[in-house]
């Protein structure tokens, strides 16, 4: 929960997964899933021993980048 309410980035993705129009989920779904893409990330961050980088994870979320677009 700190994860989607201090990091911009994640905090985009969980309110674009709440209001999305199409199947929205509801507060603990979309935790479940920032869960999932955080434990995704740390393995790659593991495996390529490479830096964090917020800018990175909106460029590869599509929705995310028209989101950003809008606002």
Not at 27 to 56: D, M, N
């Amino acid at each position: 929960m700190p994860l989607s309410a201090k990091n911009r980035a994640f905090k985009a993705l969980h309110e674009y997964y709440r209001t999305r129009p199409d199947n929205p989920l509801t507060g603990k779904q979309s935790l479940v899933a920032l869960c999932s893409k955080l434990i995704r990330i740390l393995f790659t961050i593991g495996q390529r021993q490479i830096p964090f980088s917020e800018e990175k994870m909106m460029q590869d979320i599509p929705h995310l980048k028209t989101l950003q677009e809008v606002t």
